[in-house]
Structures are given as C-alpha cells and as structure tokens.
C-alpha cells in the first residue's frame, strides 16, 4: 500500500523553507514517467495491482481499518482522492503548521464539510461576527433546518464577549465547536486566539466536553498567520482568494490534526465535494509564487490605504491592520501575524449609491493576477439582515478591495480619478 514521495523537509541539520518545499514536496517525478512537474492525472478510476490490495484499499478508506503507519492511502476513485489533490493537501499543510490537510471544490464546500463533521441535531456552534456572508447563510438558513443551533458574538478582542454567547448557548445545548474568521471579512476585525482557546479550555473542564476550534484563515494564511501552528484545531480556506491567485480556479481546503481531518475528509467523499484533478494541478502551481505573491500585493496593499487615508476628497476611515491605532487590536495583530494581508476596507461618509459611483469610476479595479472592489452590504453579504450587518460595521459607505498585483502608482491614479470624478 506504502507509495513513495518526497517528504523530504530538511538537507542535513537545516530545515528547509515552505517556499521551497512549494516547489516538489509531496511529489516523486520517477512515479510520472520522470516529468519534473506532477502531470494532471484525468482518471477516474486507479488500478489496483491484485484483489487483495483492492480490498485493502476500499478498507482504509471507508474507515473499516486504520492506516498502516508510514503507509499512504492507496489510490481508489477520484471522488475520494488523486494524485494532484493530494500534491495540494501535502504542499497547504506544510505552509499551514498542520499535521494533514483536505481540499474541497469551494471555500464553501471546506466550511460546509468542517461543520458536519463535527456538529449534530441539538448540538450548539459558537461563531465570531462578521463572518463571510456564505459562512452566515449558511449557519443561519440552513443548519438551523437541520435543528443545529447557533449563538453568536461581535468582540473578539474581548474575553467577556465570547464568555457571554457561550453562556446563552449552554442553556440551549451542548456547544461542539468555537468557530471564528479572523481577520474579519470585510472589516479586518480580529478575533484573539488566546481568548479562544481558553474559552475552550474552560468549557472542557465545566462540562467535560471539548469544543473544536475553527478558524476561516483566508484573509492572511497561509503566508501571515498559521492559525493551526497557533493552536486552533483546524483552519479552512477559500483557496480561490490568495492561494489560487489567478481569479480562474474554485477551490477550498480544510487543515489540522489528523483525526479531524479525517472526518472531514469522509464528509467531503460521502458529499461529493473533492477538487478535480485539473483545478488541484493548478493550485500546486499557484503554491509555488503564492508567498512571492502575497508578500508583493501586501506592499501595495499599505501604499494605497495610505493614499486612501489622506485622500483630500472625502472623510474617509481605512480599516487596514496597519491604520487601525486600537492599542489591544495592534498587540494581537502583532501577536498572532506577520503582516498585513492586501484585502482591506475604506469607509466613506455617504449613501450606498455614493459607494457605487466610486466603484463605477474606477477602470483598474475590477468590479467583480488583479485588483477587485465591492460593496459588500450588496453582494457578499447582504443575505444577512441588515440589523447584524450594521453591528458588525459593514455599512453603506463600506468598500472592500483586494489588491493584486498591478503598480501601486497606477491603482492609485485610478482612485484618484474615481473619487474627483464623484467629489471635484
């Protein structure tokens, strides 16, 4: 059953950087026929070499027995895995600090499985707010259909705040799951890991019960914050955002501990959210410049929020790490990461419509490797009611962009000239 691989980490006593295990971690060329890249294996099915590997095979992977240590799952079916996904799933949980990973075909479909292979009829989750507004309807619409109840909490820079929620929730039932997004989409907000974790800590010794800990990763990991190697249980991902990079891939992924990602692992088969084969081929491509990447969007991603917090046009309040001057914000921010992401928000003093004037001014910024802008309280979230979108600060005057990797000098012109075309 045992396939070989390359899970070399280290020459001699150095550890190697996850930038260049990027490059061929997880992937042995002499198994493709000596390509240096890993082929887009387009199989449905894999040959097993006699019946008795077959029921081997079929065994490990339904559950029915455990993995053979140092051995690999044997190749099946598609649906349950493939040679690129699992390229991918090797390559994120080396970037991420985790023990295994999964990936899925959406960001959607990672949360969705992390949340069923935990949660039950009865059972009660916890989550931060704002969250994505998929992550939302999906929490509130849905699960609820299916008697999964659900309590939420705004500051995550305040222990009282969670401490309250969970307090609600254990009189409705038992809490299985602390489930956070930090930073907050679209207004950056951060929720402490600390706090998390003691609340978890706590609710284990009160009630003998541990909830696992969930963090949407997406805004900064895996490049600046590892939320798993910081001691979260697992960490899902629209990998479509920053690790796809491309805006031509959908793709999701879930990482941490082996035993969880094994359940949600068997939800992701039983459902039928694997990743193809082509999508997964092009995300372990993506991995390769994803740090370079980020690391470069991040640069012009402070340029412009300055140009934005000085813009003589309009009042404008820039919810980046860097500008947001909350004493207890910048010592978590600088606790728990190593740098500020590209995806931030600007607050203007306005209408909605004030909001869509800017936005169709714009030629760079694409209103959908480029930069992207949005009005939140209309698209992404606005299936959620509008009292809790004002709570959570996503108001009208809201706009989220997401710096790629154009000139800075050039995404400022083009603000530049939005904004006096709306103004003077």
């Given at each position: 059953?045992?396939?070989?691989?390359n899970?070399?980490?280290?020459?001699?006593n150095?550890k190697?950087h996850?930038e260049?295990?990027?490059?061929s971690?997880?992937y042995?060329?002499?198994l493709?026929?000596?390509s240096?890249?890993?082929?887009?294996?387009?199989?449905?099915?894999?040959?097993?070499?006699?019946?008795e590997?077959g029921e081997?095979?079929?065994d490990?992977?339904?559950?029915?027995?455990?993995?053979?240590?140092g051995d690999?799952?044997?190749l099946v079916?598609?649906?349950f895995n493939?040679?690129?996904?699992?390229?991918?799933?090797d390559?994120?949980?080396?970037l991420?600090?985790?023990?295994?990973g999964?990936?899925?075909a959406?960001g959607?479909?990672?949360?969705?499985?992390?949340?069923?292979?935990?949660?039950?009829?009865?059972?009660?989750?916890?989550?931060?707010?704002p969250?994505y507004g998929?992550t939302?309807?999906l929490?509130?619409?849905?699960?609820?259909?299916?008697g999964?109840?659900?309590?939420?909490?705004?500051?995550g820079?305040?222990?009282?705040s969670?401490?309250?929620?969970?307090?609600?929730a254990k009189?409705l039932?038992a809490?299985?799951?602390?489930y956070i997004?930090t930073?907050?989409?679209?207004?950056?907000?951060?929720?402490?890991?600390?706090?998390?974790?003691a609340a978890?800590a706590?609710l284990?010794k009160e009630?003998g019960?541990?909830?696992?800990?969930v963090?949407?990763?997406?805004l900064?990991?895996?490049?600046f914050?590892?939320a798993?190697?910081q001691?979260?249980?697992?960490?899902v991902?629209s990998l479509?955002?920053y690790v796809?990079g491309h805006?031509?891939?959908?793709?999701?992924?879930?990482l941490?501990?082996?035993?969880m990602?094994?359940k949600?692992r068997g939800?992701?088969?039983a459902?039928?959210m694997?990743?193809?084969?082509n999508t997964a081929?092009m995300?372990?491509?993506?991995?390769?410049?994803?740090?370079?990447r980020?690391k470069?969007?991040?640069?012009?991603?402070?340029?412009v929020?300055a140009?934005?917090?000085g813009?003589?046009?309009v009042?404008?309040?820039?919810?980046?790490?860097?500008?947001?001057?909350?004493?207890?914000y910048?010592e978590i921010?600088?606790?728990?990461?190593t740098g500020p992401?590209?995806?931030?928000?600007?607050?203007i003093?306005g209408?909605?419509?004030?909001a869509?004037?800017?936005i169709?001014g714009?030629s760079?910024?694409?209103?959908?490797?480029?930069?992207?802008?949005?009005h939140?309280a209309?698209?992404?979230?606005?299936?959620?009611?509008a009292?809790i979108?004002?709570q959570?600060?996503l108001?009208e005057?809201l706009i989220?962009?997401s710096?790629?990797?154009?000139?800075p000098?050039?995404?400022?012109?083009d603000?530049?000239?939005a904004?006096r075309?709306v103004?003077?």
């Amino acid at each position: 059953m045992k396939r070989v691989i390359n899970n070399k980490t280290t020459i001699g006593n150095h550890k190697l950087h996850p930038e260049t295990l990027m490059m061929s971690y997880g992937y042995d060329p002499m198994l493709s026929e000596g390509s240096v890249k890993p082929p887009v294996f387009l199989t449905s099915t894999f040959v097993f070499p006699n019946a008795e590997a077959g029921e081997a095979f079929f065994d490990v992977m339904a559950g029915r027995k455990p993995l053979p240590k140092g051995d690999s799952a044997g190749l099946v079916y598609s649906r349950f895995n493939h040679p690129n996904a699992e390229i991918t799933e090797d390559r994120l949980a080396v970037l991420e600090g985790a023990e295994e990973g999964v990936v899925c075909a959406s960001g959607m479909g990672a949360i969705t499985s992390t949340l069923l292979s935990v949660l039950r009829p009865g059972d009660v989750l916890v989550h931060g707010s704002p969250i994505y507004g998929g992550t939302e309807t999906l929490i509130r619409n849905l699960l609820s259909q299916f008697g999964i109840l659900s309590v939420e909490f705004q500051d995550g820079m305040n222990p009282k705040s969670l401490d309250v929620a969970i307090e609600k929730a254990k009189k409705l039932g038992a809490v299985k799951m602390l489930y956070i997004e930090t930073p907050g989409n679209p207004t950056n907000a951060l929720f402490d890991f600390e706090i998390v974790k003691a609340a978890q800590a706590k609710l284990e010794k009160e009630t003998g019960l541990r909830p696992v800990t969930v963090c949407d990763n997406t805004l900064l990991g895996p490049v600046f914050q590892q939320a798993v190697g910081q001691g979260i249980d697992m960490s899902v991902y629209s990998l479509t955002k920053y690790v796809g990079g491309h805006s031509d891939l959908i793709a999701g992924a879930v990482l941490g501990d082996g035993e969880m990602i094994k359940k949600v692992r068997g939800i992701r088969n039983a459902m039928g959210m694997n990743l193809d084969p082509n999508t997964a081929w092009m995300l372990s491509r993506s991995l390769e410049t994803v740090t370079l990447r980020m690391k470069h969007a991040t640069k012009t991603g402070s340029k412009v929020a300055a140009w934005l917090q000085g813009n003589d046009y309009v009042k404008t309040k820039v919810l980046h790490p860097e500008f947001i001057k909350d004493r207890r914000y910048q010592e978590i921010y600088k606790r728990q990461c190593t740098g500020p992401g590209s995806t931030f928000s600007f607050v203007i003093e306005g209408s909605r419509q004030d909001a869509f004037n800017i936005i169709n001014g714009l030629s760079l910024f694409k209103s959908a490797v480029k930069s992207l802008i949005s009005h939140p309280a209309s698209t992404t979230h606005s299936g959620i009611p509008a009292d809790i979108r004002e709570q959570g600060g996503l108001t009208e005057g809201l706009i989220r962009i997401s710096i790629g990797l154009e000139h800075p000098d050039d995404l400022i012109a083009d603000l530049d000239a939005a904004f006096r075309k709306v103004y003077g």
